[in-house]
Nanobody, 127 residues
Framework: VQLVESGGRLVEAGGSLGLSCAASGLNINGYVMAWFRQAPGKDREFVAAITWNGRITNYAPSVEGRFTISRNAARNANLTTYLQMSNLQSEDTAAYYC??????????????????WGQGTQVTVSS
């Protein structure tokens, strides 16, 4: 399984940005996809997650209403997960990581539940 994030860059406060996570080597069915972030000197933090069928999403309170997670639905296409971020603030500055694990329940917010991780993409919000 390989997860590759893209889209991170420098953005001004109040701006918007979209991240993508391209997954290969996994079956679409059953995989929860999530985004985490980690700022320098801080623990890895849950951002958002989505079930394998896209029907259930879970957001951290700090991003609820500003960030939207989605995934492509085509069964035969490579799985891509997106994170659309708006009204970005300086506290959103972090390395953003894509993660995956198999579950048919409510998506977990615990990093320890996730089996696969990408290398991360840096988002920097300037104030």
């Amino acid at each position: 399984v390989q997860l590759v994030e893209s889209g991170g860059r420098l953005v001004e406060a109040g701006g918007s940005l979209g991240l993508s996570c391209a997954a290969s080597g996994l079956n679409i069915n059953g995989y929860v996809m999530a985004w985490f972030r980690q700022a320098p000197g801080k623990d890895r933090e849950f951002v958002a997650a989505i079930t394998w069928n896209g029907r259930i999403t879970n957001y951290a309170p700090s991003v609820e209403g500003r960030f939207t997670i989605s995934r492509n639905a085509a069964r035969n296409a490579n799985l891509t997960t997106y994170l659309q971020m708006s009204n970005l603030q300086s506290e959103d500055t972090a390395a953003y990581y894509c993660a995956a694990y198999v579950s048919y329940g409510v998506p977990s917010s615990a990093p320890s539940d996730y089996d696969y991780w990408g290398q991360g993409t840096q988002v920097t919000v300037s104030s």
